[in-house]
């Protein structure tokens, strides 16, 4: 199972989402809005698979912090959540409406953290 940062400016939403991923067999790292979020993602860049994050937050909003994310690993994997954001959800990224089914969520992380297929069919080799 993957590690997953859990960023949401609502506690109780953190810590529902946090609950359920842990009791699928992720990992989870928490923040408060996007600068925290682009902190703690800079902290562990290796080591987080996927970033689950609200887009209306204050201090720095999800598409922001996407964005940074992105300067520090342009291939970094996003779920964006909205409860009718103005703001508009960056491109490449999963899109859940709020209120949404914890089954859905779960449904997105699963796909999102499959491995990507290889080229040509044939395995990498390190010599």
Known sequence: MGA????DDEKAIRDLLSMVLTSA???VLTAGNGAEAVAVYRSYPDQIDLVVTDLDMPTMDGAQEILRIRMTNPDARFICMTGGSA???PAGVTLLK???AMDQ?????QELLRPLP?????SARVA
Not at 4 to 7: G, S
Not at 105 to 109: E, F, N, P, Q
């Open 25 to 27: 067999g992720h990992r």
């Open 105 to 109: 969520l779960l449904a997105h992380v």
């Open 98 to 100: 709020k209120p949404f």
């Open 4 to 7: 997953i940062l859990v960023v």
């Open 118 to 122: 290889r080229r040509g069919g044939k």
């Open 87 to 89: 703001d508009p959800c």
